[in-house]
């Protein structure tokens, strides 16, 4: 089975550039999770979408940051303009809906190989 | 206070070592644990999981949860040089829409 599917796998922009990632959640999972890893902050939930309805965007740094998810199979992540402090490594993630009427959160995220952005 | 604390590393050991990585946190509400392996210029995947405290074993790793201590460790036995990857741990709330938080993760590397 295909995994959670990103593109572009890596990215170099000049600031100012707009850049939009991509993102191609497992089907069947109804939570899509954007997260960011750098090396001083670890990984940083950005926003949280369940169902298509984003549920929790307080990770969200700024405005220049935006995401949708028109349908269930995909999702986009979108920061305009772009910084160098935004050179990181965007992750997406899904998970599955609960089958037993029990919390869902027992842990298990797909995620993505990432996309690797550079800012210059 | 950071939510999760994790020690960054390197820790380098040799082949066949016994491996100890650990996280604390201070939210004595996390109720899910979870260790995540990642590889290099990979996304994270799923090692273990546990739901609070105890001992979970599966194969040569073993998770612990000490919720008194707000303390979780990943024991690794016979380590392998494809063990070599940073290992995050994480934990989630008790909620319905409860999401992750996680470590910075530690790199371990292996060698033969």
């Known amino acids: 089975d295909a995994g959670v599917i990103q593109s572009p796998r890596h990215e170099v922009t000049e600031m100012g550039q707009e850049v939009t990632l991509r993102c191609k959640p497992i089907?069947?999972?109804?939570?899509l999770f954007w997260y960011r890893q750098t090396m001083m902050r670890g990984l940083e939930l950005l926003i949280y979408f369940n169902n298509n309805v984003p549920i929790d965007d307080s990770g969200m740094p700024e405005d220049r940051f935006s995401a949708k998810m028109p349908n269930a199979s995909f999702s986009t992540l979108k920061i305009q303009p772009s910084e160098p402090r935004d050179s990181a490594v965007y992750f997406c993630?899904?998970?599955?809906?609960?089958?037993?009427?029990?919390?869902?959160?027992?842990?298990?995220?797909?995620f993505g190989e990432g996309s690797r952005l550079t800012v210059l | 206070q950071k939510e999760v604390e994790q020690d960054p590393g390197p820790l380098s050991v040799p082949e066949g070592a016994i491996v100890s990585l650990n996280c604390t946190y201070s939210n004595s509400a996390f109720q899910y644990f979870m260790w995540y392996r990642q590889y290099s210029r990979k996304g994270p995947e799923l090692l273990m999981y546990?739901?609070?405290?105890g001992n979970k074993e599966d194969g040569r790793f073993t998770a612990q949860v000490d919720k008194s201590s707000k303390y979780i460790s990943l024991f690794i036995r016979d380590s392998q040089p494809s063990d070599s990857a940073t290992y995050l741990c994480?934990?989630?709330?008790?909620?319905?829409?409860?999401?992750?938080?996680f470590g910075k993760g530690t790199m371990l590397l292996v060698s033969p």
């Open positions: 993630a899904s998970s599955p809906p609960s089958t037993s009427g029990i919390k869902r959160d027992t842990g298990e995220l797909f």
């Open positions: 089907s069947g999972h109804n939570s």
């Open positions: 546990t739901y609070s405290s």
């Open positions: 994480a934990m989630s709330l008790n909620s319905g829409y409860s999401t992750l938080t």
